[in-house]
């Protein structure tokens, strides 16, 4: 797994500039080009801030020198930025200059990219959701006792759920939702019950992924999308989002931060004024619709908003909000210099 403490190790590294964790952690096989959660991948950041080692290191170990990030940039194209020409401290302009090099000398070269060891049972952290039978499950845990839990975990990897005949998973809460698209592997209850009757089917996970979804009567076959996007770390889903919720009391107000939160969006304390964000940006993903997300339950008038001239304001309810995020449709912004959503420069 890439993550620890719940960080990604490798954007983590490049942030700390600590070259030789970084070198440790691509030889390893992580994914290289994982996206943060502000829209840049490592090798865009490191260029942009003049870690000449690190972008060495990356390019050498196969980063995608073509990625785009959220201001449709390439990594080389970040030498360019405001925060290169603003430098005066000699030695990281000397950086810069090395960074320089660096992609002149491998233009025409391919790397080849860190393939990642098969991960390995031992290392599996097993879940069971309550709605799978009680006595095949406690079955299970017995038997799979040193890598199974009756706990939810961050360390959790796979979450084992109960589907029908079609294998379709009948979502019946918003936390449900929520490890869904957390990027847990998702696996049929029937996977249990062939592990009991031959333990070596415990590594035959992936045949047993659950691959669709039911949610107030609509099907969505975006499981396995939305689990290779968060392994692999793409562009943040929500990046650019904006969420405000105007519900009193909302129940489900932890588990729509975290969604919002894990998939890059930011909560806002307070209702947000459109004098803060600029008028004809979007999230990057999201190109058609306005940043401000406006989560409600219909017994607000907000008719004004949803009128707004600019189309800065995106109102859902929460039956909506996850019918959008369990859709997973992309739309990305192509404009050669995305408007930043906040007027105070990057979101």
């Given at each position: 797994?890439?993550?620890?403490?719940?960080?990604?190790?490798?954007?983590?590294?490049?942030r700390?500039?600590h070259?030789?964790?970084?070198r440790?952690?691509?030889?390893?096989?992580?994914y290289i080009?994982v996206?943060?959660?502000?829209?840049?991948?490592?090798?865009?950041?490191?260029?942009?801030r003049?870690?000449?080692e690190?972008?060495?290191?990356?390019?050498?170990?196969?980063?995608?020198?073509?990625l785009?990030n959220?201001?449709?940039?390439?990594?080389e194209?970040?030498?360019?930025?405001s925060?290169?020409?603003?430098?005066?401290?000699?030695?990281?302009?000397?950086?810069?200059?090395k960074?320089e090099?660096?992609?002149?000398k491998?233009?025409n070269k391919?790397?080849?990219?860190?393939?990642?060891?098969?991960f390995?049972?031992?290392?599996?952290?097993?879940f069971?959701?309550?709605?799978?039978?009680?006595?095949l499950?406690?079955?299970?845990?017995?038997q799979?006792?040193?890598i199974?839990?009756?706990?939810?975990?961050?360390t959790?990897t796979?979450?084992?759920?109960?589907?029908?005949?079609n294998?379709?998973?009948?979502i019946?809460s918003?936390?449900?939702?929520v490890?869904?698209l957390?990027?847990?592997i998702?696996?049929?209850?029937?996977w249990?019950?062939?592990?009991?009757?031959?333990k070596k089917?415990?590594?035959?996970?992936?045949?047993?992924?659950?691959?669709?979804?039911?949610?107030?009567s609509?099907v969505y076959?975006?499981?396995?999308?939305?689990?290779n996007a968060?392994a692999?770390?793409?562009?943040?889903y929500?990046?650019g989002?904006y969420v405000?919720?105007v519900?009193?009391n909302?129940?489900?107000?932890?588990?729509l931060?975290?969604?919002?939160?894990t998939h890059g969006?930011?909560?806002?304390?307070?209702f947000?004024?459109?004098?803060?964000?600029?008028?004809?940006?979007?999230?990057?993903l999201?190109?058609?619709l306005g940043?401000?997300?406006?989560?409600?339950?219909?017994q607000?008038?907000?008719?004004?908003?949803?009128?707004?001239t600019?189309?800065?304001?995106?109102?859902?309810?929460?039956?909506?909000?996850?019918?959008?995020m369990?859709?997973?449709m992309i739309n990305?912004?192509k404009s050669?210099?995305?408007?930043?959503?906040?007027?105070?420069g990057?979101?």
């Amino acid at each position: 797994m890439d993550r620890q403490d719940g960080q990604n190790a490798l954007i983590e590294a490049v942030r700390e500039i600590h070259a030789s964790h970084v070198r440790e952690i691509v030889r390893g096989g992580a994914y290289i080009n994982v996206y943060s959660q502000h829209g840049n991948t490592c090798l865009h950041m490191a260029t942009k801030r003049g870690y000449a080692e690190i972008v060495e290191i990356l390019i050498k170990n196969g980063a995608d020198r073509s990625l785009l990030n959220s201001q449709n940039k390439t990594p080389e194209q970040m030498l360019n930025t405001s925060y290169r020409t603003t430098q005066t401290d000699s030695r990281k302009l000397e950086n810069y200059e090395k960074i320089e090099k660096i992609y002149k000398k491998s233009k025409n070269k391919k790397y080849r990219i860190r393939v990642p060891d098969i991960f390995p049972s031992s290392s599996f952290h097993i879940f069971a959701d309550k709605n799978t039978d009680d006595e095949l499950t406690n079955r299970f845990m017995n038997q799979f006792s040193a890598i199974a839990s009756t706990e939810l975990l961050p360390t959790t990897t796979h979450y084992i759920v109960h589907t029908d005949s079609n294998g379709i998973l009948e979502i019946d809460s918003f936390e449900l939702v929520v490890w869904i698209l957390s990027g847990v592997i998702i696996v049929r209850d029937t996977w249990m019950m062939d592990c009991l009757k031959n333990k070596k089917v415990i590594e035959k996970d992936s045949a047993y992924l659950v691959e669709r979804v039911r949610y107030k009567s609509m099907v969505y076959d975006t499981v396995i999308q939305w689990s290779n996007a968060m392994a692999k770390g793409t562009m943040p889903y929500l990046y650019g989002v904006y969420v405000a919720v105007v519900i009193q009391n909302y129940v489900n107000l932890i588990s729509l931060v975290t969604l919002v939160t894990t998939h890059g969006g930011i909560i806002l304390e307070q209702f947000p004024e459109k004098s803060q964000f600029n008028i004809g940006s979007h999230p990057y993903l999201h190109a058609h619709l306005g940043p401000l997300f406006i989560i409600h339950d219909g017994q607000t008038n907000l008719e004004y908003y949803k009128n707004d001239t600019d189309k800065m304001y995106t109102l859902f309810t929460e039956e909506e909000f996850i019918h959008f995020m369990l859709k997973r449709m992309i739309n990305v912004d192509k404009s050669e210099n995305p408007i930043s959503v906040l007027v105070d420069g990057e979101d």
